[in-house]
């Protein structure tokens, strides 16, 4: 964390993606409790408002917030602000991103995370059904239910089951250049046209 410069900081933040960016609202906090700093930016009067947060730890970095107005959705802004994340992040030997890929809100979350490489465990029966969600390996598995990957129901159920069984997961983009997040995240900007 303290590695970084206030401009390397920024840009992890998304200095540069969207028009204007540069010039609006920036605020860092350390969070001492997990040793990360804590940034947003906001851009906009309130009304419209673009938000992102992110803790950086030494090795990860957490994305807390990230919220565009219908106006500025599909146009490849969350992708481009992504795809530079990941970039940077990679200059600075952090080895993954992290988040909580939300089923509160339609077709964002977990509908969209794991199309960008965004991968982390279920629980998942035999006809795909899920019971619960969770991030961590020591969470014991219910009964006639086995653990896996979101990458790993998506091939062997299928997306569609994914849309209608999914959930909210804690998701991790490895950035290991030969991870299956990277392949992936890839493909999708190739196919969408970003790359």
């Not at 950086?56 to 959705?73: E, G, R, V």
């Not at 802004?77 to 952090?94: N, S, T």
């Amino acid at each position: 964390m303290s590695r970084l410069t206030l401009n390397e900081r920024q840009m992890i933040c998304g200095s540069g993606v969207i028009p204007g960016w540069d010039a609006v609202n920036y605020k860092e906090m350390v969070d001492e409790e997990n040793g990360a700093l804590y940034c947003i930016y906001q851009v906009g009067d309130g009304s419209d408002l673009v938000e992102v947060s992110r803790y950086i730890y030494s090795d990860t970095i957490k994305n807390n917030t990230f919220y565009l107005p219908s106006d500025l959705q599909g146009k490849g802004i969350g992708l481009r602000l992504l795809l530079q994340e990941v970039h940077l992040a990679k200059l600075y030997k952090m080895t993954r991103l992290s988040c909580f890929a939300s089923d509160s809100t339609p077709d964002v979350g977990y509908i969209v995370w794991p199309k960008m490489g965004f991968d982390g465990y279920v629980f998942v029966n035999e006809s795909g059904n899920m019971v619960s969600i969770c991030d961590s390996q020591y969470l014991p598995t219910p009964k006639n239910f086995v653990k896996m990957l979101v990458s790993e129901y998506i091939q062997l159920f299928g997306y569609q089951s994914w849309l209608t069984y999914g959930s909210g997961y804690n998701a991790i983009l490895a950035l290991h250049p030969d991870s299956y997040s990277m392949r992936t995240l890839y493909n999708y900007a190739q196919n969408k046209g970003v790359l």
